[in-house]
Nanobody, 116 residues
């Protein structure tokens, strides 16, 4: 069983920055790929970013490339998403996800609202 808890969301103006965190329970964090996804109001789920277990390889959706940075601290069992130059279209609930032994685990999400 893996428990994922996101935090760090909020209401910000366009151009601002936020850092999201995802705290993971269990002993498998350091061996698992981790992902961020988001769901905007009335829209489907969109994959945002992924990172390998060592943190040495990262992947981004084109819509966030060069603005978002995914990272992880395996000593703290925590995943991060640094979001810079936020735009209104980044407004969404952000979820972290992992897959362990073919089972997908999701957090409940944290809401990010970008509005002036």
């Amino acid at each position: 069983q893996v428990l994922l808890v996101e935090s760090g969301g909020g209401l910000v103006q366009p151009g601002a920055s936020l850092r999201l965190s995802c705290a993971a329970s269990g002993s498998t964090f350091s061996t698992a790929w981790m992902y961020w996804a988001r769901q905007a109001p009335g829209m489907g789920l969109e994959w945002v970013s992924g990172i390998n277990p060592a943190g040495s390889s990262t992947y981004y959706a084109q819509s966030v490339q060069a603005r978002f940075t995914i990272s992880r601290d395996n000593t703290k069992n925590t995943l991060y998403l640094q979001m810079n130059d936020l735009k209104p279209e980044d407004t969404a609930r952000y979820y972290c996800k992992t897959v362990i032994v073919n089972l997908a685990y999701w957090g409940s999400g944290t809401l990010v609202t970008v509005s002036s």
